[in-house]
C-alpha cells in the first residue's frame, strides 16, 4: 500500500479514526478529572465524540473502498452506521441517571460503549473475512465487560460471563468457518469469494465454512437456535447496557450478516437462503411463544428481540432488492422502538425500592400518567405490528419481499406468530390501563421523556416521513446487485 | 527433505532434550522444577524452529512462552505451594486419556510419514508458494506487510488489547482498597504532640 492509499483510506475512514483517537484521549481525561465527576464528563464529552463522528460522517466522509479492499464504505454501511451511531448515542444518554442512582458510575463504561460502537462500524464496514472477525472481537469483547460492569451484583457478573463464554463459542465456530472457506476458495475477500463459487460450483467444504459462518453470525443476532443467551443477558445486566445491547450491536451484526449472504456468497443463494429460512421461522415462533410466559420486563424484551429479528431474516430470506431494502428498514423501525421502550423501562422507578422491572409493577400505570402511558401503549402496538403505526410498515417491506420471492409459507407463518406475539404486548396495555394501581412511579428524568416522545413521534408519524426514507433504503439495497 | 551432517546432529540433541525434558515434567516430583523443565522443553522446541529456518517462530516461542507463560506458570505454582501428593495423585487416573492421546497423535504422524514417502501429492496447487527460507528470512517477510499492507488489522488488533487491558481493570480493581495504606502528606504535616503522643499512667505489675 503506497502512501498516497493509505491517506485516501484514512480520509474514508476518518469517523472510526475519531472515535478511536478520541476513546484514548477520553481514558486520559477520565483518569485525570475528580472522582466524583468523572463519569459524568466522560459520558458527555463520549456522547459529543459520537455525535461528532456521525455528523463528519454524514456530511464529509466519501465513500469507497479502502486499506487494500478491508473496508468499504457506500450507502449500505452508510445506513447502517447511522443507525449503529444512533443505538449507542441514546443508549449512552440513558445511562447518565441509571448511573447516578444505582452507584456504576464508572467512567470506563462510555468508553468500552465507543470502543465497542467503533468495532461494530468496522463492521458493518468490513469487506473482507479477516477485518470482519477483527472488527467483531472488538464489538464482543467490549460487550462482555460491559456486560458485568456491575461486578457487586452477581447477576451482572454472571450476565457477562454467560455471555463471555458462549460468545467465545460463538467466535471460535466462526473462525473454523472462515478458515474452511478460506481453505476451499483461497480467498478472504467477499468479492474474491463470490468470483470463486460463480454459478453455483463449490465445494463442500466452502458449503460447511458458510454454515459455520452463518452460525456464529446468528449467535451475535441472537437468532433461533442460538438465542440461549438473550434472556439471561438481559436479564442480569444493568438496564441500561440492556438497552444498549437490544439496539447498537443488533444492527451492526445484521448488517454484517446481510453483507456476507449478499456479497460474498450471491452466487449461491440456494444454499444460505434454506439456512435464513430456518432460524427466520424458528426465531419467529420462538419469540412468540416463549415471551408469553415472562413475568420480568426484561426477559419479554429480549423474547421480543429474539422474535424481531427472525422478521428481519424475513426479508434476507427473500434475496431480493426489495428484501434487503426490508431488513434496513425494519432494523431502523426496530430501533427506534427498541430505545423508547427501554426509556420507559428505565423510568420506571418508585421512591422507595428504586428500579422494578416486574411487569405486573406497571398495574394502573395510565391513571397516575396518562400521557407517557400513551406513547408506551403506541409503542407496544407498534411492536405487535398493528397498522398504521410503524412496525407496521416495517413488517409489510419483509412479508411482501417474501411473497414476491415466492417464499408464501414463511409470509403465512411471520403473520400467524406476529398474531400470537401480539398477545403478549396487548396484555401489558391491559395492565396498564385497565388493572388497579399498586403504586406510583417517580417522574422520569428529562432525557427518558425526550427519548420516549421522539421514539413515539417515530412510530406515529412514519406513515408521513416514511417515504423518503424507504426511497433512500431501496437506493442502498442496490449497492449489492 | 532430511536433514545431513552438522545440522543433523544437532537436530537429534535438540530433540533428545526437549523429549527428555518433557517427560521430566510429568514424572518430577517438585512443582517448581517441573516448570523449570518446561522452560527447557521451549527453548529446544525453539532452537528446533530455527533449525528449520522459522527464525522468527522461534524467537516468538521464547519471547511469549518463556518470557510470559513459563514465568506465570512460576508465579503461580510458588504462590500456591501446591502439595507434591496430592499433585501427583491424579496420574494413574488420567495415564489412560494420556495414552489415548498419544496413540491418536502416533497414528496422525504415521499417515504424514507413509503418506509422504508414497509420494501422495496434496491436490490442486497452493493459492502462495512458500519461498525459499535461505532466500527470504520470514522476519523480513513479514516485517514487509504487516506494517503496510497489514496496518489495518495491526491497529484493530491494538485496540482489541486495549480493550481487554481496560476490560481487565474495570472488573477487578477496587478502589479504594481498605488493605492499601497510602501516604497523606497534608495529614502527616498537620500531626502535633497532643494527638501523636499518649501518655499513659502504667500500675508497676500489670501491662497495658
Not at chain 1, 189 to 209: C, M, P, Q, Y
Not at chain 1, 460 to 470: E, M, R
Not at chain 2, 72 to 86: I, S
Amino acid at each position: 500500500m503506497t502512501a498516497q492509499e493509505l491517506a485516501q483510506s484514512l480520509v474514508i475512514a476518518a469517523p472510526e479514526l475519531l472515535i478511536a483517537i478520541g476513546a484514548m484521549a477520553l481514558l486520559m481525561v477520565g483518569v485525570f478529572v475528580r472522582k466524583e465527576s468523572a463519569n459524568a464528563i466522560v459520558t458527555s464529552l463520549t456522547v459529543a465524540l459520537l455525535v461528532a463522528a456521525l455528523g463528519w460522517m454524514v456530511f464529509f466522509a466519501p465513500m469507497g473502498p479502502a486499506f487494500g479492499g478491508a473496508y468499504v464504505h457506500d450507502a449500505f454501511t452508510f445506513f447502517m452506521k447511522m443507525l449503529v451511531l444512533i443505538g449507542s448515542i441514546v443508549a449512552l444518554v440513558m445511562s447518565v441517571g441509571f448511573a447516578r442512582e444505582e452507584k456504576f458510575d464508572r467512567f470506563e463504561f462510555p468508553i468500552l460503549i465507543a470502543l465497542s460502537t467503533l468495532g461494530m462500524m468496522l463492521m458493518v464496514s468490513a469487506d473482507n473475512l479477516l477485518s470482519l472477525y477483527m472488527a467483531l472481537e472488538l464489538q464482543s469483547l467490549a460487550l462482555y465487560v460491559i456486560a458485568a460492569i456491575n461486578r457487586d451484583s452477581a447477576r451482572s457478573t454472571e450476565a457477562g460471563l454467560k455471555y463471555f463464554v458462549l460468545g467465545a463459542l460463538s467466535s471460535g465456530m466462526m473462525l473454523y468457518g472462515i478458515s474452511l472457506i478460506y481453505g476451499f476458495t483461497g480467498h478472504i475477500g467477499f468479492d474474491e469469494i463470490a468470483a470463486a463459487v460463480t454459478g453455483g460450483e463449490r465445494s463442500i467444504g466452502v458449503l460447511f465454512g458458510l454454515v459455520f459462518l452463518l452460525t456464529g453470525l446468528a449467535f451475535k443476532i441472537s437468532a433461533v437456535p442460538f438465542h440461549m443467551w438473550t434472556p439471561d443477558v438481559y436479564e442480569g445486566a444493568p438496564t441500561p447496557v440492556t438497552a444498549f445491547f437490544a439496539a447498537a450491536p443488533k444492527m451492526a451484526a445484521m448488517a454484517m450478516l446481510v453483507r456476507v449472504v449478499m456479497d460474498a456468497f450471491q452466487p449461491v443463494t440456494a444454499d444460505w437462503q434454506q439456512i435464513i429460512v430456518f432460524i427466520s421461522i424458528a426465531s419467529m415462533v420462538l419469540g412468540a411463544f416463549a415471551a408469553i410466559g415472562q413475568r420480568n420486563i426484561k426477559r419479554l424484551m429480549a423474547y421480543s428481540s429474539i422474535g424481531h429479528m427472525g422478521y428481519a431474516l424475513v426479508g434476507l430470506a427473500a434475496g431480493t432488492v426489495a428484501g434487503v431494502q426490508g431488513v434496513m428498514l425494519y432494523m431502523a423501525i426496530y430501533l427506534a422502538m427498541t430505545l423508547g421502550t427501554f426509556a420507559f423501562i428505565l423510568a420506571m422507578r418508585r421512591k422507595d425500592e428504586g428500579n422494578v422491572e416486574q411487569i405486573s409493577d406497571l398495574a394502573g400505570y395510565a391513571s397516575n400518567n396518562p400521557l407517557m402511558a400513551a406513547i408506551l401503549t403506541a409503542l407496544m402496538f407498534s411492536l405487535a405490528g398493528i397498522p398504521p403505526l410503524a412496525g407496521f410498515w416495517g413488517k409489510w417491506y419483509v412479508f411482501l419481499a417474501a411473497v414476491e420471492a415466492g417464499l408464501w409459507p414463511l409470509a403465512i407463518i411471520g403473520v400467524l406468530s406476529s398474531v400470537v406475539g401480539a398477545y403478549y404486548y396487548l396484555r401489558i396495555v391491559k395492565i396498564m390501563w385497565f388493572d388497579d394501581a399498586e403504586g406510583r412511579f417517580v417522574a422520569p428524568a428529562g432525557e427518558l421523556r425526550l427519548v420516549m416522545g421522539a421514539s413515539g413521534v417515530f412510530v406515529l408519524a412514519y406513515i408521513v416521513f416514511g417515504g423518503p426514507i424507504a426511497a433512500y433504503a431501496e437506493a442502498a439495497a442496490r449497492t449489492f446487485f | 527433505m532430511l536433514l545431513t551432517g552438522i545440522a543433523a546432529a544437532f537436530f537429534y540433541m535438540f530433540a533428545f532434550i526437549a523429549v527428555a525434558s518433557s517427560v521430566m515434567v510429568v514424572v518430577a516430583r517438585n512443582p517448581v522444577h517441573s516448570v523449570l523443565y518446561l522452560i527447557l522443553t521451549f527453548f529446544n522446541a525453539s532452537a528446533l524452529f530455527v533449525l528449520t529456518g522459522a527464525e522468527f517462530l522461534g524467537m516468538i516461542l521464547l519471547a511469549v512462552y518463556v518470557g510470559a507463560v513459563a514465568v506465570l506458570f512460576l508465579f503461580v505454582v510458588m504462590m500456591l505451594e501446591v502439595n507434591r501428593v496430592t499433585f501427583r495423585k491424579g496420574i494413574a487416573e488420567y495415564a489412560p486419556i494420556g495414552v489415548l492421546v498419544g496413540v491418536v497423535i502416533a497414528a496422525q504422524l504415521l499417515i504424514v510419514v507413509v503418506g509422504q514417502s508414497l509420494a501422495i501429492e496434496p491436490s490442486g496447487t497452493p493459492a502462495l508458494p512458500t519461498p525459499d527460507p535461505a532466500a527470504r528470512p520470514n522476519t523480513a517477510a513479514l516485517g514487509d506487510i504487516l506494517y503496510t499492507d497489514y496496518v489495518y488489522f495491526f491497529q484493530i488488533a491494538g485496540l482489541v488489547l486495549l480493550v481487554a487491558m481496560i476490560g481487565a481493570i474495570v472488573l477487578t480493581l477496587r478502589d479504594p482498597r481498605p488493605h492499601i495504606k497510602r501516604q497523606n502528606i497534608g495529614e502527616q504535616v498537620a500531626r502535633d504532640p497532643e494527638k501523636a503522643v499518649e501518655l499513659v499512667d502504667v500500675e508497676s505489675g500489670k501491662g497495658l
